[in-house]
């Protein structure tokens, strides 16, 4: 079974600039997550699809940050304009099921974004 | 909200048995993860433990108290490849994963 696809693996660009992240989940997954990881930390949620509904983009930046899950499988994670402070690892991850308290999570290589 | 504590950094000899903690402060728990990440990958499914008790699978072993707030992993004859980030994670209700900052372990010879 082929794992969640990420592309491009890493990013540079300047502040103010656009990045677009992609994501390829494990087919059949319902649920697909995009997380933030800054160096020395855990990931942190950024926004929750289930099919191509959001649950949760309570964390989301949304005054810069937005994602789609068009059609329910492939996702994109855009930043317009990116800070100095979004430099970060950015994981996508997919579940089976409804995104449950044991719904088990499958995480992609991630995108490694640099801000200069 | 929720508080996720575990060490930041741990070292271990190849070999050992090493004990990773992670404690926890939330209400309405429902399951805790544990997941390995290696350095400059993605992390990777490790357990997850919903009851009180000890799940063991083959090196690794998680256990969990509700009533405490704790959790630990346990790896079993280190090996070098297991030097990584070990990940505490909980869910609440069906919020999604909340990630602890992770522990640094690293195996010595």
């Known amino acids: 079974e082929a794992g969640v696809a990420q592309s491009p693996r890493y990013k540079i660009i300047e502040k103010r600039q656009s990045v677009a992240f992609w994501c390829n989940p494990i087919?059949?997954?319902?649920?697909l997550y995009w997380y933030q990881q800054i160096l020395g930390q855990g990931p942190k949620l950024l926004i929750q699809f289930q099919n191509n509904g959001v649950v949760d983009d309570s964390q989301l930046p949304k005054d810069r940050f937005s994602a789609e899950r068009l059609k329910g499988v492939d996702s994109t994670l855009k930043i317009q304009p990116a800070k100095l402070e979004d430099s970060a690892v950015y994981l996508c991850a997919s579940s089976p099921l409804a995104g449950g308290p044991i719904d088990t999570q499958y995480f992609g290589p991630g995108t490694r974004l640099t801000v200069l | 909200g929720q508080n996720i504590d575990q060490p930041t950094e741990m070292t271990a000899t190849e070999g050992a048995i090493v004990q990773i903690n992670c404690t926890y402060q939330?209400?309405?728990?429902?399951?805790l993860f544990w997941y390995q990440q290696h350095a400059g990958e993605a992390p990777t499914f490790l357990s997850y433990?919903?009851?009180?008790g000890l799940e063991e699978k083959g090196r690794f072993s998680s256990f969990l108290s509700r009533s405490k707030g704790y959790s630990y992993l346990l790896l079993k004859e280190l090996q070098m490849k297991d030097s990584a980030s070990y990940l505490c994670a909980v869910t609440r209700g069906n919020t999604p994963l909340v990630f602890g900052k992770g522990t640094r372990l690293s195996v010595i010879a």
């Open positions: 433990n919903v009851l009180d």
């Open positions: 087919s059949g997954h319902a649920t």
């Open positions: 939330t209400s309405g728990f429902n399951g």
